[in-house]
T-cell receptor
Framework: KTQVEQSPQSLVVRQGENCVLQCNYSVTPDNHLRWFKQDTGKGLVSLTVLVDQKDKTSNGRYSATLDKDAKHSTLHITATLLDDTATYICVVGDRGSALGRLHFGAGTQLIVIP | EAAVTQSPRNKVTVTGGNVTLSCRQTNSHNYMYWYRQDTGHGLRLIHYSYGAGNLQIGDVPDGYKATRTTQEDFFLLLELASPSQTSLYFC??????????FGKGTRLTVV
């Protein structure tokens, strides 16, 4: 059974608009949650990591929230650029060390159009 | 910056063929992983390793072997490739805190 569900599956926005990506999960324990950006033909690049029970992070135009009680995270992208076109992947780690397992969502494909 | 290099980047082979995917990391990380990524699925763990000579079975190991020859090098072997193994393969390495660094991927097509 899929333990990390992302929505929407795909999203098209116009350059300059804001967008919100959702991640719901059932992984237990849920030590941390990461958002990755995957450009076509490239590997996954970490955008942010959330750790606390109710956490918020900000990294330039990317901001994210985590609510461990609801097992829910959001990734906000402000003032989108054409280079934001990519797949965004939510990953839940069950430990805070390399001994833990990572649980991957299938990703949200974001397309930014002029 | 952490570096994970995969080769080849693209590979086409025939059903029943023998394929080796290579991965090298220069991060001095002990932990290395092989994942496959398919449309509609998250990355799925094939095999992983805690260090040279160590091998652990992941979640989708059938049809794959792996070998960790040195701390830097981790290989994925498909000895009788099948069309179901057509996929995008990622290698990754991890530090002790669990921060993961990915290679750029190898696209394998089995015809």
């Amino acid at each position: 059974k899929t333990q990390v569900e992302q929505s929407p599956q795909s999203l098209v926005v116009r350059q300059g608009e804001n967008c919100v990506l959702q991640c719901n999960y059932s992984v237990t324990p849920d030590n941390h949650l990461r958002w990755f950006k995957q450009d076509t033909g490239k590997g996954l690049v970490s955008l942010t990591v959330l750790v606390d029970q109710k956490d918020k992070t900000s990294n330039g135009r990317y901001s994210a929230t985590l609510d461990k009680d609801a097992k829910h995270s959001t990734l906000h992208i402000t003032a989108t650029l054409l280079d934001d076109t990519a797949t965004y992947i939510c990953v839940v780690g069950d430990r805070g060390s390399a001994l833990g397992r990572l649980h991957f969502g299938a990703g949200t494909q974001l397309i930014v159009i002029p | 910056e952490a570096a994970v290099t995969q080769s080849p980047r693209n590979k086409v082979t025939v059903t029943g063929g023998n394929v080796t995917l290579s991965c090298r990391q220069t991060n001095s990380h002990n932990y290395m992983y092989w994942y496959r990524q398919d449309t509609g699925h998250g990355l799925r763990l094939i095999h992983y390793s805690y260090g040279a000579g160590n091998l652990q079975i992941g979640d989708v190991p059938d049809g794959y072997k792996a070998t960790r020859t040195t701390q830097e090098d981790f290989f994925l072997l498909l000895e009788l490739a099948s069309p179901s193994q057509t996929s995008l393969y990622f290698c990754a390495s991890s530090d002790a805190r669990g921060e993961v660094f990915f290679g750029k991927g190898t696209r394998l097509t089995v015809v």
